[in-house]
């Protein structure tokens, strides 16, 4: 497909517009950051794989009813996905006490949680993606009360599915964090999955030797993102067991 015009570059990936009205390319980088992009490296193959993963659990989710700006994958690091207006929100599901959750509350990292719980951050590097309550939501007008409703059913949706998916995968999904577009039909509004699903957005854990298979990896020098993202992929059947050591061949 010939290249189209640049929307807007982001650590990881790049949009560009798309080839019809209303829609737009997402391109994956190899690119991997990390505390607010002041640990950065070039990972290779990385936006293949997070690619692959992400049409995986994008195209699951559309196949059980749960709305997402995904359309179809046009090549190994490129999808065409529906324009939406993003709403500047990072929202948050956690299931197993990890990161700034442990930090912020002095909970040991690992402990289940009681129920899953929804956090929301806004949107703004500049200042750290700081966590926000829906009172901040609702004064400042980023989304509406209905919206609110309609956000928190759809990250327990994809929680439900993840979770299943994972589990059946033997591997834990400790928390993950989506973003939410807004899609107009006319003068109709939906709320659709946006931006991506991948390891670069979930904390994932074997169920047995608790191994991370997400950037934790990346962020806490613990080995090679790209054998951890390599391994979720075997396991979700986006790649084939048997491929060796040298680069796998991904499943078209």
């Not at 993606?129 to 919206?147: L, R």
Request: net charge negative; hydrophobic share 40%.
């Amino acid at each position: 497909m010939a290249r189209r015009k640049k929307i807007y570059e982001g650590k990881a990936k790049i949009l560009y517009e798309g080839p019809e009205p209303g829609t737009i390319v997402q391109y994956f980088k190899d690119d991997a950051t990390a505390f607010n992009a002041q640990k950065k490296d070039v990972i290779e193959g990385k936006g293949v794989l997070n690619n692959r993963l992400s049409e995986f659990f994008m195209s699951g989710l559309n196949g059980i009813g749960v709305p997402t700006h995904f359309i179809r994958r046009l090549n190994m690091r490129e999808q065409l996905c529906r324009s939406c207006e993003i709403i500047p929100l990072e929202v948050i599901v956690r299931n197993v006490a990890a990161g700034s959750l442990s930090k912020r509350l002095g909970i040991e990292e690992g402990t289940p949680l009681p129920r899953p719980i929804v956090e929301y951050c806004y949107k703004d590097d500049a200042l750290g993606d700081p966590m926000v309550s829906e009172e901040h939501i609702a004064a400042f007008g980023w989304a509406s009360q209905q919206d609110m409703d309609d956000i928190v059913h759809l990250a327990l949706r994809v929680n439900d599915f993840l979770s299943g998916v994972m589990l059946g995968a033997g591997i834990r999904l400790v928390d993950f964090k989506i973003e939410i577009g807004r899609v107009y039909d006319g003068d109709f509004q939906r709320l659709v999955v946006a931006d991506e699903i991948s390891p670069d957005s979930c904390r994932l854990w074997d169920m047995e030797s608790g191994e991370h298979l997400d950037k934790d990896v990346f962020r806490r020098d613990l080995g090679s993102l790209t054998d951890a993202y390599t391994e979720v992929a075997r396991r979700l059947g986006v790649m084939p067991k048997s491929s060796g050591p040298s680069k796998p061949t991904l499943i078209n």
